[in-house]
């Protein structure tokens, strides 16, 4: 995985012609089932990034780790900020951000990052501001901790993915609904809903080559808006 481009440089050349669009990893710190790592998001969203980085020019920031994740209390480990904290954390990122790049593009691993992504973006846009935001999804996969995710941790590195600890658990039909109203703990206690016994490397590279697209797409029109 490739440093972000950020982390490494000590020194951002200031210019009155702001072109350069910053990405910036936004991920989570919650249960991913007994076999992958709580990082799990994190390191999902800031892989994305680093695979944009090698085909388009852009600046990527260090990861935000923490996020919106409170449909898992209950599961041991759970660092969450909340939808409003996060928020406004990435509002102000944007509005820090300005002096600096033409445009944000937020790169999300996590779903319950979602509602706060959409509000942020709808007050930065009110305040003349480029941003987008990208959301990881696999529309044929599971919801959780299932054979998307891990195959594309298995895509990153084998030695994230605890396979002797592997379990499936099939969400029902109405999970959605259960998880907003009782939390991912109600559907079973493995926080699995999916399965990741059917996981492959090939699977998570595949999903990593279609993010990476989508990404660069998203690039493609904020630098068109400049």
């Not at 910036?24 to 994305?48: C, K, M, N, Y």
């Not at 996969?141 to 658990?169: C, F, K």
Request: glycine residues 8%; charged residues 20%.
């Amino acid at each position: 995985m490739n440093i972000p481009s950020l982390v490494s440089r000590n020194h951002l050349e200031q210019s009155s012609d702001r072109t350069r669009i910053l990405l910036v990893p936004i991920g989570s710190f919650e249960q991913h089932g007994p076999h992958l790592p709580f990082d799990t998001d994190t390191i999902i969203a800031r892989t994305v990034c680093s695979d944009v980085e090698l085909v388009a020019d852009v600046d990527v920031a260090p990861a935000l780790a923490y996020g919106a994740s409170g449909e898992h209390q209950g599961f041991a480990g759970l660092l969450s900020l909340g939808t409003k904290v996060t928020q406004e954390v990435l509002v102000e990122l944007v509005r820090s951000a300005r002096d600096s790049w033409a445009g944000v593009i937020f790169v999300s691993g996590h779903g319950g990052n979602n509602e706060a992504l959409a509000n942020a973006l709808r007050t930065c846009t009110s305040e003349g501001d480029r941003v987008f935001a990208w959301m990881a999804s696999a529309m044929d996969g599971d919801p959780h901790a299932g054979e998307s995710e891990t195959s594309v941790m298995l895509s990153i590195d084998v030695t994230l993915v605890r396979q002797d600890l592997i379990e499936d658990a099939e969400p029902p039909e109405n999970w959605g609904r259960l998880v907003r109203e009782q939390g991912i703990i109600a559907l079973g206690p493995s926080g699995v809903l999916g399965s990741p016994s059917k996981a492959t490397v090939e699977r998570g590279m595949a999903l990593r080559e279609r993010w990476c697209a989508e990404v660069v797409t998203l690039i493609k029109r904020m630098r068109s808006m400049q």
